[in-house]
């Protein structure tokens, strides 16, 4: 038994699914996630930080030198309108509003925000922090994650 061949797609639910991003040798997934269940909600006006799924740490986490980070997905549910803060560096890259539905999911297909292209020789460790925000009267009920691919620089 081998593993689907995921350049022709994957029957899921009914539809198809395909994988976006094949990992090519030194490349690995960095997961970010923030859970709020309805028993510890995201309270109005408050922000939280999302953790490494890795290590368990709330973010900044800190790429280390000789890598690239590249930003490739983004998806979630909350129960209102919600903002994704990222940072890189200590720069705010983008702020994302989402209004409230059932469930948001994207690949970035053209990756707007790298290390790579900051740092192309990759001689610098870099910081990513990603923040889910509560703009609302409401308490928020969901989760975010955010993924990044982090490729080993050839040679490094």
Known sequence: MGFPDFLRGVRLYGGHSYCQWLLAP?????????VFPPDNPLPSGQKAA???LETNMETPWEQPAGYYGMFVEWAGFMSDTHYLHIYL????????????CPYYHEYERIIWASTEFTDPEAEYSHKWHF?????TPNDLVGSVHVALIVRRKVGA
Request: net charge negative.
């Open 89 to 100: 560096d200590d720069r705010l890259l983008a702020t994302f509003t989402f209004p409230f």
């Open 26 to 34: 030194g490349e690995k997934w960095k997961i970010f996630l923030a």
């Open 131 to 135: 923040e889910v925000e509560n703009p």
């Open 50 to 52: 999302l953790i490494d």
